[in-house]
């Protein structure tokens, strides 16, 4: 154990490095080397420099250490963030501060990442490219929690807020999507998305607001699986039919609609039940010498199959 004053560097190496924080320590699995120069006095612990690499990991730090608070700051360099999670790729370079008591510290990050991945089919797409990344996180109990998160880029732009209670992580999210296209085909137009999202441990509880293409207004509640595989949800809200004429070009359809649907079960259309109606709409066919108006449509939905009942007025007299 040191104790005095100490004016000196030190350089060393270690095998299986460990913080006991698990997001670090996976980081430092393998060899590592260390570099310090440190200046110990009465007036506690300063560190001139310290120069960390381990596997994909690299890091420059200087500041004060004393045993009531720490106020380090530096750069940090991943170049393989699969070392944070086997399932996660890409590589950033990030500015980092560490403040407060040595037990329960404040982390904020800030600067770049590219080609971002976390091994989900649907969010990766979102994440291609550069982004700009910052974030607060707080170290407690060997545990580092998420307080705040800003991730923008060219297809997205997402702002995070998290607090803890108990087991619970909760988050308040607020994000922009570009275009809707990315994660479904030829529906295009900017996606906004509000709300909160309950991480138990053991699923996520969301009550969300969004508004899409086609004048979508809607709200999802209820929960859905850590690992994506199923969930029980509520959708329900408002859009427009022309929503659909990317599907059935040349004939055009108009009208509102709106929506009272459940997803309960795996993440497919047989999982989807509820109605979705239609009223006063319109639908033409440059194919036909008249148009079909007034439409009122009903369609139940049940075990992948669509139950449908219509009437409509025709613009050259009479009605369906």
């Known amino acids: 154990q040191l104790s005095g004053e100490l004016d000196g560097t030190v350089a060393l190496s270690a095998l299986g490095l460990r913080i006991g924080v698990d997001q670090i ?33 690299t890091s420059s730090m200087s500041g ?87 991730l923008s880029n060219p297809q997205l732009d997402l702002s995070v807020t998290g607090t803890i209670s108990g087991d619970t992580q909760k988050l308040s999210i607020t994000g922009k999507l570009a275009d809707l296209g990315l994660l479904i085909p030829d529906l295009n137009g ?29 709200r999802v509640s209820g929960s859905i699986a850590r690992d994506f595989a199923s969930a029980d949800l509520a959708i329900s809200g408002t859009g427009q039919a022309g929503l659909a004429n990317i599907f059935i070009a040349p004939k055009v359809i108009e009208g509102p ?25 319109r639908l033409s066919d440059p194919g036909l010498g008249f148009a079909l108006e007034d439409i009122g449509a009903q369609a139940d939905l049940k075990a992948g199959k669509a139950a449908l009942s219509a009437t409509a007025g025709l613009s050259t007299g009479g009605t369906l």
């Open 64 to 150: 004060k250490v004393a045993s009531a608070d720490v106020d380090l700051s530096g750069e940090v360099t991943i170049d393989d963030l699969s070392g944070l999670n086997p399932g996660y790729s890409g590589k950033a370079k990030l500015d980092i501060t560490l403040a407060g008591k040595p037990e329960a510290a404040l982390i904020t990050l800030s600067g770049n990442a590219d080609g971002l991945a976390i091994g989900n089919l649907t969010a990766d797409p979102l994440l291609a490219g550069t982004s700009s990344l910052s974030a607060r996180l707080s170290l407690s109990d060997g545990l580092v929690t998420l307080d705040q998160l800003r």
């Open 190 to 218: 900017p996606l906004s998305v509000s709300g909160e999202v309950l991480d138990d441990g053991t699923a996520f509880a969301l009550d969300l607001k969004g508004l899409g293409p086609g004048k979508v207004d809607a």
């Open 257 to 281: 609609t709106r929506f009272d649907l459940r997803l309960a079960g795996p993440l497919q259309l047989s999982s989807l039940s509820g109605r979705v109606v239609l009223s006063n709409g």
């Open 25 to 57: 320590d996976r980081l430092l699995v393998g060899e590592s080397a260390a570099n310090l120069s440190v200046l110990r006095d009465e007036t506690g612990t300063t560190i001139r420099h310290l120069d960390l690499s381990a596997g994909p990991i």
